[in-house]
């Protein structure tokens, strides 16, 4: 698509064409594409806004990361907040601090499982730590679940002891979802402390806890 057929695309009635434009807007440089999609950051239609977080992450300026914070405060829509969390991800070390800000502040599971999954990808141990905390004090499984499985990428960085501590704790998990994540998990540390929890949870009271601790057993 031209730039003509683009921007009246954008303004089209039916959202799909909105999309199609957004999409074609990956082929220009930031200095056409950029403005274009932050003029959509308000469109009616969820969708729409999802595709602009996305194409801002890729026309990474100055400009697009000022978009997509506001994106991810504010937009009505948790997928939407989710995609421009993921997009800010791409902006490397200097979005940590935002994606951690928003975390805390942003009470949609979505959301929150989306931040977990970027931070554990950018490789800011301290930081993905002190969130996966936050998460499992929290009240929403999938995040608690989310938060066991970037602990176990915790295995060799800075944040070992306090990530094995962490998952020794929930041994004892009244959920059987979060016992099951930690099986697989501690097999990720290499320490006898890892290896007499596993040797517990084979002893679980749940089929599926026991099968994910014997499953290491096996794979040695």
């Not at 698509?1 to 220009?28: C, G, P, V, W």
């Not at 829509?77 to 421009?84: G, H, I, K, L, Y």
């Not at 997009?87 to 975390?103: D, E, K, N, R, Y």
């Not at 999938?142 to 990530?163: C, F, G, M, R, Y």
Request: glycine fraction near 4%; charge should be negative; aromatic fraction near 6%.
């Amino acid at each position: 698509m031209n730039i003509d057929e683009i921007e009246t695309a954008l303004n089209h009635s039916d959202f799909q064409y909105r999309l199609q434009a957004i999409s074609a807007l990956k082929d220009y440089q930031p200095e056409v594409a950029v403005p274009l999609l932050i003029g959509k950051c308000h469109d009616s239609e969820f969708l729409v806004r999802s595709f602009v977080a996305m194409g801002l992450g890729k026309q990474r300026t100055a400009e697009s990361f000022a978009a997509l914070l506001e994106i991810m405060k504010f937009d009505n829509t948790p997928n939407v907040r989710a995609e421009a969390a993921s997009s800010l991800s791409l902006f490397g070390s200097v979005a940590i601090s935002h994606l951690t800000q928003a975390f805390y502040q942003d009470d949609h599971w979505l959301v929150r499982r989306s931040i977990l999954a970027v931070l554990t990808d950018m490789k800011s141990p301290s930081e993905l730590f002190d969130v996966c905390i936050q998460a499992l004090g929290g009240e929403d499984p999938p995040v608690k679940e989310e938060a066991v499985d970037a602990i176990a990428t915790l295995a060799n960085s800075s944040q070992h002891e306090p990530a094995l501590s962490q998952l020794l704790k929930l041994v004892h998990s009244e959920s059987a979802r979060i016992r099951t994540k930690v099986a697989y998990a501690l097999k990720h540390f290499n320490d006898p402390q890892a290896q007499a929890a596993l040797a517990q949870l084979r002893q679980d009271t749940d089929h599926q806890v026991v099968g994910a601790a014997l499953e290491n057993l096996f794979s040695n």
